[in-house]
Every structure is written in C-alpha cells, then in structure tokens.
C-alpha cells in the first residue's frame, strides 16, 4: 500500500516556466488537498477535491490549477512560475472524518 | 477566521525528559477537533494525537499527552521521556466539525530539539 506519492521531490524552475506537480493515492480516499508550507509557517490549503470531477479554491489559489479526473490523482498546475511559489508542496488525501494522509512533499524553488 | 498560534518556534530537551509544547487556538465554534502533527526531516506530515472538543478528557498516546483547557482554547502537547526520534517539527491543526470539507488550520510549527 503506497499511500500518498507526489512527484517530483524537488524541482527549480525559471520565473515564467510551467509545471505540474503530480499527486496520486491508493487509498480510494474521496477527499484530497494541496498545501503549501513556506519557512517559518504553518500549512496554508490552496485547492481541494471532494470528489472526482469536483475541486475548490482553499486560501490561497492565485497562481495555481487542479484538475480531479479520477479518484486516485490530483495534479497541481503552476502556469507561470514566480519567485513568490518556492515552497515544499504537499498533497494529502482521506476519507470522511477519518486522518489525512499526507505525501513526502515537492519542494519547488523558482528562480 | 479561526487562527492557530503556536508561540515556541524552537524547544530544546535532554534526552529521557519531559517537553510541553504549546498551541492556543481561537474559535466561536464550541464542536471541532485538534490534532498534533509530527514532521520529521523526511518531510511526511504524520498524525500524533488528536482531540474532540466534547470530550473532557485529555488523549494520550503511549508518550505523548494533551493538556485540552477549551475556555482558555489552549491545547499542548507533552512529550514523556524524550527520545532522538522525537526531533522534528510540531504543527498543531485545528479542524471545524461542521465542515464537511476537513479543511485544517495549522500553526506556524515548534522545532523540537533533542539532546543526547
């Protein structure tokens, strides 16, 4: 049981490249989330799914895409790189009230 | 909005001692739980404790305790002796009951230092 894999694990881009973090689990959870954590701070939710074909905007979207085709994968989309986007992303799934499970994170530097 | 503040960014123990890690929350929600999160350099986010806001009495798991004051909204976390592996930073989450999304609102973290 895989659980929650996100690839890549680290990556740096160039101000203005695009890329899509990839996010995939095992688990059939419905419920997946990306989060960004930046030095120094908490998790902030920047887009979550309840279910396949269905995502939202969490705190702080601008900048980013997702897409939920199917249960298992939920790619992160950055159209346009900014320096303002380096961080460690992670990507976490779960199911009903029960604990999420988080991937190993991406961290993105953009420079 | 509710925020979660955790003051220490840093704590340092020995070894085989006792830490108390600290996190205040603010809500006007009466029903939501807390959890403590452990992330160690791996990066993994995994789950330490959790605690629902209806219940009185404080979780424990094997070393690790909570003190839950709900009219103070303060929710720490106690570390019975201290080992190495317990290096790693601590985020404490809270999530709204009533959300049907389980979105969770995170503190800013405490490194945990352990000495040998």
Known sequence: NAGVTQTPKFRILKIGQSMTLQCTQDMNHNYMYWYRQDPGMGLKLIYYSVGAGITDKGEVPNGYNVSRSTTEDFPLRLELAAPSQTSVY????????????FGQGTRLTVV | AQT???SQPEMSV?????????????TSESDYYLFWYKQPPSRQMILVIRQEAYKQQNATENRFSVNFQKAAKS???????????????YFCAYRRVMDSNYQLIWGAGTKLIIKP
């Open chain 2, 14 to 26: 020995q070894e085989a001692e006792t830490v108390t890690l600290s996190c205040t929350y603010d």
């Open chain 2, 4 to 6: 979660v503040t955790q």
């Open chain 2, 75 to 89: 929710f720490s976390l106690k570390i019975s002796d201290s080992q190495l592996g317990d290096a790693a930073m």
């Open chain 1, 90 to 101: 992670f990507c976490a799934s779960k199911i009903r009230d029960r604990e999420a499970f």
